[in-house]
Nanobody
Framework: QLHLVESGGGLVQPGGSLRLSCAAS????????ITWFRQAPGKEREGVSC????????AHANSVKGRFTISRDNDKNTVNLQMNSLKPEDSAIYYC?????????????????WGQGTQVTVSS
């Protein structure tokens, strides 16, 4: 059973940066496709950034391209999301999710394991 725990959220000013981490226990994380999702109040959940297990390829939502980077640290069994040039519209609860051998499609179908989420607030 895979268990995921997110960390690194907080309050940051517009233009600032945060680094979120998704730490896994129970199974090697590099056997799963990992996506960071976010959900703001009153909005639908959105797939933000994804890294695929097979080839390490990544994909990002248009709204974060050029600003967010997703990466794996296999030694620590974590997936990190580096978020730069943050905007108020990036404010949301961010969740990491794991699914076995999925393509990075942006959708949430097939993701069997979810963390509890970490709050990101971008405000002056």
């Amino acid at each position: 059973q895979l268990h995921l725990v997110e960390s690194g959220g907080g309050l940051v000013q517009p233009g600032g940066s945060l680094r979120l981490s998704c730490a896994a226990s129970g199974s090697p994380l590099d056997t799963y496709t990992i996506t960071w999702f976010r959900q703001a109040p009153g909005k639908e959940r959105e797939g933000v950034s994804c890294i695929r297990n097979r080839d390490g390829s990544t994909a990002h939502a248009n709204s974060v391209k050029g600003r967010f980077t997703i990466s794996r640290d296999n030694d620590k069994n974590t997936v990190n999301l580096q978020m730069n040039s943050l905007k108020p519209e990036d404010s949301a609860i961010y969740y990491c999710a794991a699914g076995w051998d999925l393509y990075c499609s942006g959708g949430s179908a097939g993701y069997d394991y979810w963390g509890q989420g970490t709050q990101v607030t971008v405000s002056s």
